[in-house]
């Protein structure tokens, strides 16, 4: 499910117009969420070159391998009426790159390419366009796509939803005696069932696992007393990503400073979230989550930033951090995630995507936030 038409006809327009306010002569973008943003199609990245070149003063043009040409057939991409220069197997499509931005008249000394672009086409791009300076997509893009429009937000509302109804359902999984990989298997399925494409994350992070924060799922078989991180996610058929940890306990837990030790952790996720507003900065917003957790003691044990940017990817700005001095705005979305973690022991986080509004803050996930016990 694409944006529709003249939403990617306004974004293409705004983008094209701060790729010149930024200096560049031409953005250059292959499959990624940066092309899903603007055509409506991700595409799919590999070693065959599909780029849109959208010159700073000229229409763009989408090259195309000639066997994925078909695939855009009935996609906005075609829709929006782009020229499209396929190329053949054995044909140089660095070649086709250049030859748009010299028909466009583009000087291309100063090119913004899509910041997860695979080195092979930066490099051979380099050799195509010797006198153009490459940099980052993301100073052009980023300030676009972090201001999200009203459907975007209902996109991301959705998946907030569709998320928390996997959390719901967690006992029916959650159980002494089954493995983390068992779990995660039901928790993927389950997923995909609440209306998501794809599983794109599952952590089970169970007893001493729940202390590393990125940690997968494992053979290790649930105990009895055991603190479980639960951080799930994926995106829904528009594209929009959910993203939401909660901490579950299997009967009482085992580890006598559980229950000190996450009210401590509450009371930073929600001091966070009642810190967001438009005209707070992002380092603000970080710091309201580390104060109870430093005054509790524990502040060299929140290790990650508080939270990061969410949209048609799970990570991406605005991120929650110190040293961000980004002013928020209405229309922004982001995770508060602080977590507090115990090597060897026991960890547990807690997250939910806010959105900030012209007068605060909405939260998107709204299951309960005390720790679970199942
Ligand atoms: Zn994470
Ligand atoms: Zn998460
Ligand atoms: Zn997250």
Not at 51 to 70: Q, Y
Request: charged share 20%.
């Amino acid at each position: 499910m694409p944006a529709p038409l003249e939403t990617l006809t306004a974004r293409l327009t705004r983008t094209r117009d701060a790729t010149r306010a930024a200096g560049f002569d031409a953005l250059l973008i292959t499959p990624s969420p940066d092309l899903r943003y603007l055509l409506g199609v991700a595409g799919e990245s590999h070693e065959r070159l599909t780029c849109l070149v959208l010159p700073a003063d000229g229409d763009p043009v989408l090259v195309v391998p000639a066997l994925e040409r078909p695939g855009l057939d009935g996609t906005p991409a075609l829709e929006l009426g782009l020229e499209v220069a396929e190329w053949t197997d054995g044909q140089d499509p660095y070649a086709l790159v250049a030859d748009a931005l010299r028909r466009s008249g583009s000087l291309a000394t100063r090119a913004a390419v899509g910041d997860t672009m695979p080195a092979a086409h930066v490099l051979a791009l380099r050799d195509a366009l010797p006198a153009c300076q490459q940099e980052l997509a993301s100073m052009v893009l980023a300030p676009l796509r972090m201001r999200k429009d009203s459907a975007e937000i209902a996109a991301l509302a959705a998946a907030g939803k569709a998320i928390d109804r996997v959390h719901a359902r967690m006992g029916e999984w959650l159980r002494v005696g089954r493995t983390e990989a068992q779990v995660g298997a039901d928790v993927a399925a389950a997923i995909v069932e609440e209306g998501h494409t794809a599983a794109t994350f599952v952590i089970v992070g169970s007893g001493p696992n729940g202390a590393s924060p990125h940690h997968d799922v494992s053979a290790r078989v649930l105990q009895p007393g055991d603190l479980v991180v639960v951080d799930i996610g994926g995106p829904t058929p528009e594209g929009y990503f959910s993203d939401c940890t909660r901490t579950y306990c299997l009967d009482e837990p085992t580890a006598a400073d559980v229950a000190a030790g996450y009210a401590v952790l509450q009371a930073a996720q929600d001091a966070a979230v009642a810190a967001v507003a438009p005209g707070v900065s992002a380092q603000q917003v970080d710091a309201a989550a580390r104060v109870p957790i430093t005054d509790a003691g524990f502040g060299d044990r929140f290790i990650h930033r508080t939270g990061h940017g969410i949209g048609l990817d799970v990570h991406e700005q605005p991120y929650i951090v110190a040293g961000n001095a980004l002013v928020l705005e209405a229309g922004m979305v982001f995770s508060i995630e602080p977590g507090i973690y115990f090597p060897g022991r026991w960890g547990a986080r807690i997250e939910d995507i806010v959105v900030v509004t012209d007068s605060g803050v909405t939260r998107l996930n709204h299951r309960p936030r005390e720790l679970a016990v199942l």
